[in-house]
């Protein structure tokens, strides 16, 4: 079989669904975090429910070669993760990766979307320079946010959780105000206008009313939680206190909550998150109908930083901030 292919670059169809899972075997084996990818009914269903929207490269033979998508994680999601980039290791090399993300650009703008963000690893530039190359812009690290995982033809480590970089994409202007302690004001404003989001930003010391409204989901596969808040009550710190407590008879690695920074009390309740240990991931624009989300994150165990490999400096600089968030408030 020669790799010297012009693929068509699609969107997805039902009836692609078991080469797609074979597709996914082929680059990864049974190491895919994103478990809906080898299971067919779930695939189906979560197309079918427009949470998923993906665009595959098929081969002249018939089979496929390539997948991403963006992905939404609730109906209340507004922008979303793109990712699930696969191409078979047969077919590398051949810019196929960069056509099935204009292709998923296009898709964006139909969807009329203000923007979207994605998580690219770190043990090579590759998937960070086709974001780059699009106009997407950094705004953090998850350090070890997920086990290290096998990709055929690629440099792989072994020894050490993977990280991510993140990024965000803006489609259109965007205008809010977000609520974030003093001390990461500078930071921010300065990201701002590299992320071409317009923001206005304020300090509050500022409670939040009623009762804290969060969801926590575990994954013992990957040793990770993910706290979502959705409102910001006056009992937050106790409540986040508590389920950390929980969490700690799990033996988990890595701890992720998405605060929601459109709100007041956000200034206030990320001073307290960072007396808990938690610190600055990513900022993710736009993530809600409601606003702007902030993910901070905790660790419970080492990560080797000097395995991340940034494609440019503004990567290198963001890592730098987030590493000395962590060294300030994370290693308590």
């Given at each position: 079989m020669t790799n010297d292919i012009t693929p068509e670059i699609r969107r997805l169809k039902i009836a692609d669904i078991p080469q797609l899972i074979e597709c996914v075997k082929r680059c990864y084996g049974d190491s895919y975090p994103f478990h809906e990818m080898y299971d067919p009914v779930a695939l189906q269903k979560i197309v079918d429910d427009k949470l998923m929207h993906s665009v595959v490269a098929q081969h002249p033979d018939g089979h496929l070669i390539g997948h991403c998508a963006l992905t939404f994680d609730s109906a209340s999601n507004t922008a979303p993760e793109a990712g699930k980039m696969i191409v078979d290791p047969d077919?590398?090399?051949?810019?196929?990766?960069?056509?099935?993300?204009?292709?998923?650009?296009?898709?964006?703008?139909?969807?009329?979307?203000?923007?979207?963000?994605?998580?690219?690893?770190?043990?090579?530039?590759?998937?960070?320079?086709?974001?780059?190359?699009?106009?997407?812009?950094?705004?953090?690290?998850?350090?070890?946010?997920?086990?290290?995982?096998?990709?055929?033809?690629?440099?792989?480590?072994?020894?050490?959780?993977?990280?991510?970089?993140?990024?965000?994409?803006?489609?259109?202007?965007?205008?809010?105000?977000?609520?974030?302690?003093?001390?990461?004001?500078?930071?921010?404003?300065?990201?701002?206008k590299k992320i071409h989001v317009d923001r206005t930003i304020n300090v509050s010391s500022a409670l939040g009313s009623g009762q804290s409204e969060y969801s926590v989901a575990v994954n013992p596969a990957t040793q990770t939680a993910n706290i979502k808040v959705q409102h910001i009550g006056k009992d937050f710190a106790l409540a986040i206190s508590s389920e950390l407590t929980k969490l700690e008879l799990q033996n988990l690695a890595f701890t992720m909550l998405n605060l929601p920074i459109s709100q007041e009390a956000a200034a206030l309740a990320f001073s307290q998150l960072e007396d808990m240990g938690f610190f600055w991931g990513a900022w993710l624009p736009n993530y809600s109908a409601q606003g702007d989300v902030l993910r901070l994150q905790k660790l419970h165990e080492s990560v080797n930083v000097d395995e991340i490999i940034c494609a440019r400096a503004q990567g290198e600089d963001i890592k730098k901030y987030v590493i000395s968030e962590w060294n300030r408030v994370g290693k308590k």
């Open positions: 077919f590398r090399g051949h810019h196929i990766a960069e056509a099935m993300a204009k292709k998923r650009i296009e898709i964006a703008k139909e969807l009329d979307l203000v923007g979207f963000w994605t998580d690219c690893v770190t043990n090579h530039p590759y998937s960070q320079d086709e974001m780059i190359a699009f106009g997407a812009q950094e705004t953090g690290v998850l350090l070890g946010a997920a086990p290290s995982r096998e990709m055929a033809g690629l440099q792989n480590f072994t020894d050490t959780r993977m990280s991510f970089l993140s990024c965000y994409l803006s489609l259109k202007e965007s205008v809010s105000t977000i609520y974030l302690p003093q001390n990461h004001i500078d930071f921010v404003s300065d990201l701002a």
